[in-house]
């Protein structure tokens, strides 16, 4: 079964970067949609950016990490990449990626429904303060 592992997270001041990663237990991702998520406590989790599966896929972004955030897929590692530029004290909040076969892609905005993916990693702290 796949187990998705997020890492990259940490302390960083308003206005500076941080790239995530989300790794697996050897199963090719290239294989799934991947979606990264974030959570506040007290707060739904909601979509920042996903990725369709296959080398190529498509990216899809919320209007708020829009220009700042960039998914990507690096298949030397088999990580699926999340840069985050410009980060801001509302960016703050565990994140998470998630994962469903290609076969059960979902499209455009269905990216962005948490209840489309099969597979979560446990979530990596990012904390934007100064």
């Known amino acids: 079964q796949l187990l998705l592992v997020e890492s990259g997270g940490g302390l960083v001041q308003p206005g500076g970067s941080l790239r995530l990663s989300c790794g697996s237990n050897?199963?090719?991702?290239?294989?799934?949609?991947i979606g990264w998520f974030r959570q506040v406590p007290g707060k739904e989790r909601e979509a920042v950016a996903c990725?369709?599966?296959?080398?190529?896929?498509?990216?899809n972004y919320v209007e708020s990490v829009l220009g700042r955030f960039a998914i990507s897929r690096e298949l030397a590692q088999n990580t699926i990449d999340l840069q985050m530029n410009s980060l801001k004290p509302e960016d703050t909040g565990v994140y998470y990626c998630?994962?469903?076969?290609?076969?059960?892609?979902?499209?455009?905005?269905?990216?962005?429904?948490?209840?489309?993916?099969?597979?979560w990693g446990r979530g990596t702290q990012v904390s934007v303060s100064s």
């Open positions: 990725i369709e599966s296959r080398s190529g896929g498509r990216e």
């Open positions: 050897g199963f090719p991702l290239d294989y799934y949609a």
């Open positions: 998630a994962a469903v076969p290609f076969s059960r892609t979902p499209f455009d905005s269905a990216c962005f429904n948490p209840d489309n993916y099969e597979f």
